[in-house]
C-alpha cells in the first residue's frame, strides 16, 4: 500500500493543474526542511524525474519545482543523480526557451550541480566534440550582457558557475581558449555587485593556474586582466604622476583620481594571488614590471589591514625581492 509521501508525489504526474499545483506546493515545502529532504531523498527515482518534468510548465507550477530542485541538490548524492538524469541539460534547455520565467533559480541549481566534478563535464559537454562548449558560451554572453545596477539580476549567480568550473583543468582551458575569448568578456565585467564581483575575481584566479602552460593566453588580455587585478590592491590613495607615468593608460586613469576601494579582502585575497600565479613566470614578472605593478603592491599593502590580505601581499612580493628589494619597503612601510 502506497504511503502518504508516495501518493504526494504520485500528483506531481496528475492531468488536473489544480492538483498538480497543490502537490508540487507542498513537495517545494517538504525539501525547506532536513528531515523533508531525507524522506524525499529515498524516493528520489521517483521525485528527480516527476519535478524535472514540471520545469517546461507555466510559472505557477515551474517556480516551485526549480525551488524544490535546488533545496534537493545541496545535498550531494541527489545532486550527482540530477546529473545522470541529465538535468543539465534539462536546465539549459529550459533557461534558453523563449519567455522563461524560472531563470534565476534554474542558474541557482546549476550552482549545485557544478559542485560536482560530474556536473562540471556536463556543463562543459566534454562528451560531446561538436557540441564542447556551448552551454558556457551562453551563460558567459548572459552574464555579461545582462547586469542590471539596481535590480533583479538574473544571471548574477553565473558567477559563481564560472568559479566552479574553472576549479577544474578542463574548464580553464575553455574560458582561456583565444578563439572563445571568454575570459576575456568575463574579465571585462564591470559590475557593483559583490556576487559578480567575487565571481569574476575567483575565475581569473582559477585560470592563473594555468600560467605555466597559458600564459601567452592571459597576456594577451593583459590590457583588462591588469586593472582587474591591480585596481582591488592598489590601496586609497591618489597616485602621483611619477608613479602614473609607467602605467598603461587605464591603470594610469583610475589611479590618479579617487576612487571607491575594494572593501571584501575575499576580493583582494583572489587578485594577490591570481598575481602570485602571474609572476611565479619569468615573463609574467616582465609585465608585472611593465605595468609598475610592484608600486601598486607597496601602496596597497601600506593601506591593507586584513591579516590574509596581508599575508599574500607579502609572499607576491617576496617572488620580487632579488630584483627590487620591494619585500623590505613593504615591511618598513607597514612598520
Not at 134 to 161: N, Q, T, W
Request: a negative charge; hydrophobic letters at 40%.
Amino acid at each position: 500500500m502506497a504511503t502518504e509521501l508516495e501518493e504526494l508525489i504520485g500528483f506531481l504526474s496528475a492531468p488536473s493543474p489544480p492538483v498538480k499545483k497543490i502537490a508540487v506546493d507542498i513537495v517545494r515545502d517538504y525539501t525547506g526542511s532536513e528531515d523533508g529532504l531525507e524522506s524525499l531523498g529515498k524516493y528520489s527515482n521517483v521525485v528527480l524525474p516527476s519535478l524535472s518534468r514540471l520545469l517546461g510548465e507555466k510559472k505557477v507550477v515551474s517556480e516551485p519545482a526549480a525551488q524544490a530542485l535546488v533545496n534537493l541538490s545541496q545535498k550531494p548524492e541527489l545532486a550527482g543523480k540530477m546529473v545522470e538524469m541529465h538535468m543539465v541539460r534539462t536546465s539549459m534547455e529550459t533557461l534558453y526557451k523563449q519567455d522563461c520565467e524560472i531563470t534565476s533559480l534554474l542558474i541557482m541549481l546549476l550552482v549545485n550541480l557544478t559542485q560536482l566534478d560530474a556536473g562540471i563535464d556536463s556543463l562543459l559537454q566534454s562528451a560531446d566534440e561538436k557540441m564542447h562548449g556551448l552551454y558556457v558560451m551562453k551563460l558567459v554572453r548572459s552574464f555579461c550582457s545582462s547586469s542590471c545596477e539596481g535590480k533583479f539580476d538574473p544571471f548574477e549567480h553565473v558567477a559563481s558557475i564560472l568559479v566552479n568550473i574553472s576549479k577544474k583543468e578542463d574548464g580553464r582551458k575553455l574560458l582561456l581558449d583565444q578563439k572563445r575569448c571568454l575570459l576575456k568578456q568575463i574579465v571585462r565585467n564591470d559590475s557593483k555587485s559583490l556576487l559578480r564581483k567575487r565571481g569574476v575575481a575567483g575565475t581569473i584566479r582559477n585560470c592563473c593556474f594555468e600560467a605555466e602552460n597559458q600564459l601567452q593566453n592571459l597576456l594577451l588580455i593583459s590590457e583588462f586582466l591588469w586593472p582587474a587585478l591591480l585596481l582591488p590592491v592598489a590601496g586609497n590613495k591618489v597616485y602621483s604622476e611619477e608613479d602614473t607615468r609607467k602605467m598603461p593608460l587605464e591603470l594610469a586613469s583610475a589611479l590618479s583620481i579617487e576612487r571607491e576601494p575594494v572593501t571584501d579582502p575575499e576580493i583582494r585575497v583572489q587578485a594577490l594571488e591570481a598575481i602570485y600565479l602571474l609572476i611565479l613566470q619569468e615573463a609574467g614578472r616582465r609585465a608585472f614590471w611593465s605595468v609598475n605593478g610592484p608600486r601598486i603592491l607597496q601602496v596597497g599593502y601600506a593601506d591593507e589591514d586584513d591579516p590574509k590580505a596581508m599575508e599574500a601581499y607579502e609572499r607576491a612580493g617576496s617572488l620580487l625581492i632579488q630584483e627590487s628589494g620591494l619585500n623590505e619597503e613593504l615591511t618598513e612601510t607597514s612598520s
